[in-house]
Antibody, heavy 120, light 110 residues
C-alpha cells in the first residue's frame, strides 16, 4: 500500500523559505505512470494546487506561485521536496503531498498533511 | 488561473439525491474529460471519489456518480446518508498542463 508522509518545520518566519519533504513508501517515485505534487489548504479554506513533478525532472507550477516555488525529487531516497520562498502569513496552511495519475492528473494518494505556520 | 466555481453549500435529507456543480471554461473543464472529485472530512486528507468525469475508484459507493456538459461538471450523490456530510472539491486538468481546484462545497445532511 502506497504511503506518503510530509516532514519539515511547522513554523517559518516571514520572508524566509518554507521547505518540506515527502517520503514515499510502498512504491517508487520513478514510476512513469505518475506525477508527484504538493497541494495546500489555508485554515478554513479550500484546496490550492502548488505544483507537481515527474521523476525525470519535469516540473509544473501554479502560475500564481511559480515565481516562489521549486519542486524537486531525490530518487535515491524516494522523496520529493517543496521550497517556497519569501513566505508571508498568507502562506500559512496545511500542506499535502500527493500522487497524480499521468493521464487525467487525478490524485489517488495523499499524505496526511502538515500544518505550516508563518509567524515571527 | 482562477478556481473553478462550485456552490458554497448544498444540503439534503437522508435518502434524497443532491448534485454539486463545478463550472470552468473551455480551457479546463470543457476542454478535457479530466475532472475528478474529492471528499474531505474535517481534519482528514481528501479522498478520490470520481475520476475522468464519471469513473469510480474501487471501493467508492455506487451512490456517487459524475457527469459533464459543456464547461460544467457535476457530482451526484443518491440515497444521501449521514456519512456523506463533508466538503467536496472538483479538480480539472487545464490546457497549460496544470490543474485547478474548485472552491469547494460543504454538504450538510439534514
Amino acid at each position: 500500500q502506497l504511503q506518503l508522509q510530509e516532514s519539515g518545520p511547522g513554523l517559518v518566519k516571514p520572508s524566509e523559505t518554507l521547505s518540506l519533504t515527502c517520503t514515499v513508501s510502498g512504491g517508487s517515485i520513478r514510476n512513469s505512470s505518475y506525477y508527484w505534487g504538493w497541494i495546500r489548504q489555508p485554515p478554513g479554506k479550500g484546496l490550492e494546487w502548488i505544483g507537481s513533478m515527474f521523476y525525470s525532472g519535469s516540473t509544473y507550477y501554479n502560475p500564481s506561485l511559480e515565481s516562489r516555488v521549486t519542486i524537486s525529487g531525490d530518487t535515491t531516497k524516494n522523496q520529493f521536496s517543496l521550497k517556497l520562498n519569501s513566505v508571508t502569513a498568507a502562506d500559512t496552511a496545511v500542506y499535502f503531498c500527493a500522487r497524480h495519475f499521468l493521464f487525467g492528473w487525478y490524485i489517488d494518494y495523499w499524505g496526511q498533511g502538515t500544518l505550516v505556520t508563518v509567524s515571527s | 488561473q482562477s478556481a473553478l466555481t462550485q456552490p458554497a453549500s448544498v444540503s439534503g435529507s437522508p435518502g434524497q439525491s443532491i448534485t454539486i456543480s463545478c463550472t470552468g471554461t473551455s480551457i479546463d473543464v470543457g476542454g478535457y474529460d479530466y475532472v475528478s472529485w474529492y471528499q474531505q472530512r474535517p481534519g482528514q486528507a481528501p479522498k478520490l471519489m470520481i475520476y475522468d468525469v464519471s469513473n469510480r475508484p474501487s471501493g467508492v459507493s455506487n451512490r456517487f456518480s459524475g457527469s459533464k456538459s459543456g464547461n460544467t461538471a457535476s457530482l451526484t450523490i443518491s440515497g444521501l446518508q449521514a456519512e456523506d456530510e463533508a466538503d467536496y472539491y472538483c479538480l480539472s486538468y487545464t490546457s497549460t498542463s496544470t490543474v485547478v481546484f474548485g472552491g469547494g462545497t460543504e454538504l450538510t445532511v439534514l
